[in-house]
Structure formats: C-alpha cells, structure tokens
C-alpha cells in the first residue's frame, strides 16, 4: 500500500481509456452489490442525497429512484461524462467536477453514500472526509458507506480499514453493517451538533 491518496490523475486515465474501467454496468457482481446496498437504506425516499465518486453513474441510476434530488460528484471529467451519457433523461441527477473532500458541497443533505472511493485516500484526507461529515449531513440524515474487502498495492488503505475507522471517528446511531466475502456495506443515522 502507499502512504498518499491516490490523484485525479489515475481516474482521468482510466476514464479516457474506457467509459466502465471498474466494470459496473452489466456485471452481476456490481448489480447485486448495489442492490444489497439499496436494501439497507433506512428510508424509502430521501429529499436530497450526495454521492461523491460517482464514476460513470451506475449507482446513480439506481439512486435516482429513491431520491428528490441526487448531487452526484467525480475528479474525472471523463468519468462524468459517461455518467451523464449513462443518466441521459433523468432529471434528478446533477453531475458535477469536485475535488472532494478538498471542497465540500455548500448545502447538507439527508443522504451521503459514498461507494468504492474512500480507500483511495491517505489517512490525513480520510480523517478529514470523517470529520466533516456533520458539514455534509443534515442532523438525523444517513451515512452509507460501500467498500471492496480486497487490497492493492496502488491504494492508501482497504476498505475494512476505511470501515473501522468510520465507526471510530464518527458518531451514528441504528448503525447496521453488512458483511460480504467481497464487500462491505456500513451504515447509520448521523448525530450532527
């Protein structure tokens, strides 16, 4: 593993080279995996929602029906175009370019799902994402977190790790952690000051 969060530069070079680089369209371990994820959400419908990493949008899609308003983000312009192209019609979705959590949203919202992003970051930009958490989720909103148990030598941390230290750092209640041989899947309401 490396010590430093993975760059932009990495996605942006993934994207240009494909428009799925991480297979998520039409694969049915992603789709079972998103759809496990879905039914552990809490509510049935969320006012507003924020997806950071969202890549080429398939999460999104599936997003879209449970929310008002989806605010989904990338690094990679590529990746967000193929979102876009992806998501083409659905008009609760808006895809933008942040450099997140360097930048955070300007509102807060009842969702924040983040899938497969955070064990791309170096310990100090994890720690930063956590804390800023009450910054991002209106008191009472949900935090799910989605993560591959795997390791890789080209990333900060593994997604158990990212896991432990979610339920370190932060304070949720009706927590619920769902545990695949591939993946997992943590979740709560936030207790915002």
């Known amino acids: 593993m490396i010590a430093a969060s993975t760059d932009r530069q990495y996605f942006q070079k993934l994207y240009e080279a494909s428009v799925d680089p991480f297979h998520n369209w039409r694969n049915e371990y992603e789709d079972s995996k998103r759809a496990q994820a879905l039914s552990l959400l809490q509510k049935a419908f969320y006012p507003t929602a924020f997806e950071p990493g969202c890549g080429n949008g398939a999460l999104s899609l599936d997003l879209s029906e449970r929310c008002g308003h989806l605010s989904s983000v990338d ?20 895809f933008s ?94 207790l915002c000051s």
């Open 75 to 94: 690094w990679s312009s590529d990746a967000l175009r193929a979102a876009s192209l992806h998501c083409a019609g659905v008009a609760n979705i808006d």
């Open 97 to 190: 370019e942040m450099d997140f959590p360097a930048a955070l949203p300007q509102k807060t919202f009842d969702l924040l799902i983040v899938s497969e992003l955070l064990y791309y970051f170096s310990e100090m930009r994890l720690k930063k994402f956590f804390h800023s958490i009450p910054e991002i989720v209106k008191p009472g909103g949900e935090v799910m977190l989605i993560h591959w148990r795997g390791a890789s030598d080209d990333y900060p941390s593994t997604g158990d790790a990212v896991h432990e230290e979610f339920h370190k750092l932060t304070s949720i209640r009706q927590a619920q952690v769902f545990e695949h041989p591939q993946y997992l899947i943590s979740s709560g309401i936030v």
